[in-house]
């Protein structure tokens, strides 16, 4: 089971961390990812980081102001996220994946599992 949270209402340039634990299983070796769904859009990709190696991923449109990291320890990933724009309102979801991503870690369908988001709205 994965639970995320941290999601709220924030002005624009404002920050915020979102958390994914995972409950059930051990997520040392998988892909852990990050995606988003605004309003009237497809579920797209923010990041992924391997949990064995710690290598990270993101959308060209988060680089720079959102970073995915990871606590082994307690099965959990973060998204720091800073510079917030209205764009990034969605509601965002973290993936779990133990191996099948491989090279498409930014598409949804690999993913096995799914938290069930948590709501990020940024004012102007």
């Known amino acids: 089971q994965l639970q995320a949270s941290g999601g709220g209402l924030v002005q624009a340039g404002g920050s915020l961390r979102l958390s994914c634990v995972v409950s059930?299983?051990?997520?040392?070796?998988?892909?852990m990812g990050w995606f988003r769904r605004s309003a009237g859009k497809e579920r797209e990709f923010v990041a992924a980081i391997r949990m064995n190696g710690g290598i990270t991923y993101y959308a060209d449109s988060v680089k720079g102001r959102l970073t995915i990291s990871r606590e082994n320890a307690k099965n959990s990933v973060y998204l720091q996220m800073n510079s917030l724009k209205p764009d990034d309102t969605a509601v965002y979801y973290c993936a779990a994946d133990p191996g099948s991503v491989g090279s498409n870690y930014y598409l949804p369908r690999p993913y096995n599992y799914w938290g069930r988001g948590t709501e990020v709205t940024v004012s102007s």
């Open positions: 059930g299983r051990s997520v040392s070796r998988y892909t």
